[in-house]
T-cell receptor, first 112, second 114 residues
Framework: LAKTTQPISMDSYEGQEVNITCSHNNIATNDYITWYQQFPSQGPRFIIQGYKTKVTNEVASLFIPADRKSSTLSLPRVSLSDTAVYYCLVGDPSGSARQLTFGSGTQLTVLP | SAVISQKPSRDICQRGTSLTIQCQVDSQVTMMFWYRQQPGQSLTLIATANQGSEATYESGFVIDKFPISRPNLTFSTLTVSNMSPEDSSIYLC???????????FGSGTRLTVV
């Protein structure tokens, strides 16, 4: 299993771009990188998934360098409602859940 | 993606009793999972609920304590048996559909054992 390392917490201000980096040095060839967002009293919500280079959707962008040993989740112009825990997961999503292991996550706090 | 309804959303139970949590998915899904999340902590996988066969449990979790049913491709239950205060936690179900776009989670069941 590829272990992930993320910052425990980050603070930002409304309107700023936030970049959360995740390290996954032992990523395997078939592994994808997936980010989830979790608000208090809710289950995690899928944000974005990628394999290499850059992926963008309506919520975020995911940057993955060529060696795939890290990835960066970019949230443009955050608002107070983006305050949540963000989890980086690495694994084969077509396999079993045991290959998707939740790390400690990053608590993002957006300040007014 | 699939939509998951999980109930109850919360419960307060007496020690020694059991609670069954239900998870209903709005579409047929291949795999369903149960997680536990201690307050302020990350998620820990309890087991994979297999349709038509026994659940597959992770290390540290046993069938006698957490029996799981999966009678069809849209429904699963997790029972927390003979509860103690240490079982107080949030329990979440998750489902995987087709493709590579990740998992969907229920909103969780907040269990307090007194």
């Amino acid at each position: 299993l590829a272990k992930t390392t993320q910052p425990i917490s980050m603070d930002s201000y409304e309107g700023q771009e936030v970049n959360i980096t995740c390290s996954h040095n032992n990523i395997a060839t078939n592994d994808y990188i997936t980010w989830y967002q979790q608000f208090p009293s809710q289950g995690p919500r899928f944000i974005i998934q990628g394999y290499k280079t850059k992926v963008t959707n309506e919520v975020a962008s995911l940057f993955i360098p060529a060696d795939r040993k890290s990835s960066t989740l970019s949230l443009p112009r955050v608002s107070l409602s983006d305050t949540a825990v963000y989890y980086c997961l690495v694994g084969d999503p077509s396999g079993s859940a045991r290959q998707l292991t939740f790390g400690s996550g990053t608590q993002l706090t957006v300040l007014p | 993606s699939a939509v998951i309804s999980q109930k109850p959303s919360r419960d307060i139970c007496q020690r020694g009793t059991s609670l069954t949590i239900q998870c209903q998915v709005d579409s047929q899904v291949t795999m369903m999972f149960w997680y536990r999340q201690q307050p302020g902590q990350s998620l820990t996988l309890i087991a994979t609920a297999n349709q038509g066969s026994e659940a597959t449990y992770e290390s540290g979790f046993v069938i006698d304590k957490f029996p799981i049913s999966r009678p069809n491709l849209t429904f699963s239950t997790l029972t927390v048996s003979n509860m103690s205060p240490e079982d107080s936690s949030i329990y979440l179900c998750s489902a995987q559909g087709q493709g590579v776009y990740g998992y969907t989670f229920g909103s969780g069941t907040r269990l307090t054992v007194v």
